[in-house]
Structure formats: C-alpha cells, structure tokens
C-alpha cells in the first residue's frame, strides 16, 4: 500500500468523500455541501484535511468547522481497507487545532466507532 500524504482537501476530493462514504456507510451528502461549509463559514473557520496516497488516491478526511464558542468535527471518514493505521487520529488533530481542542468539540461520526470515540475521549479526563 502506498505511503500516505495529509493535505488540506478541496472540492474534488469533497466529492472523493461523499461518494467513498456513500458506498461503505451509505451515508448521504451532496457535493454541494462543500461550497455551503465554506459560505457558510469561511476559509478560516473550515477546515477539511484529506489522506491520500502519493498517487492521488483518496483514503479518508476529517472536517472541523469553527465557530466562536465551539468546534464540529464531521466527515471524519477513512476508507475500510486503510483503517487501523492511525489515519483516522491523524487527520483530526490536523484538521482540530489545540485552540480549537481547548473549547467544546463536538463529533458526527460512524455509530461503529462510539466506544473508540467515547472511551478515548474519557481517558483524557
């Protein structure tokens, strides 16, 4: 398997996103969502940082939109066969900045994942 890059994502790979989720989660977005997050919240306040492989191919990402007295974590997604690897904690703590991690932080995420989310986060306190 390729070596993975974390980059900030764009529209295409927004679309790599909803239809890689539609197909293993069957989770449903819009492609244009991504231009509402960014209307809606601007450059600085939308952050969507992607892992893909150094040929291109999209493996997962994390989504944090900011707001002033919170954070949201959503589109935090990796692909079946790339997960176990530690993507997943990465992108987030690209995508979620330490100011952002010192306020409330909440996470729209796989119902799979709620005991990993939710035990790690509670050993933290």
């Given amino acids: 398997m390729d070596e993975l890059v974390m980059v900030p994502g764009g529209r295409g790979e927004f679309e790599d996103w909803v239809n890689a989720s539609s197909a293993s989660e069957h989770w449903t977005y819009s492609y244009g969502d991504y231009e509402c997050y960014k209307k809606m ?5 939308f952050r ?3 892992a893909k ?21 959503a589109a935090y997604y990796v692909r079946p066969e790339f997960r176990g ?8 703590n690209l995508a979620v900045s330490n100011k952002v991690k010192e306020g409330n932080v909440g996470l729209h995420g796989g119902e799979f994942l709620f005991y990993r989310y939710f035990i790690s986060s509670c050993n933290e306190f």
């Fill in 48 to 50: 969507f940082m992607v």
């Fill in 85 to 92: 690897r530690g993507i997943g904690s990465r992108l987030f």
């Fill in 41 to 45: 919240l601007g450059n600085e306040n």
């Fill in 53 to 73: 492989t150094k040929s291109g191919e999209y493996a997962g990402s994390c989504t944090c939109f900011i707001f002033p007295d919170y954070a949201f974590v």
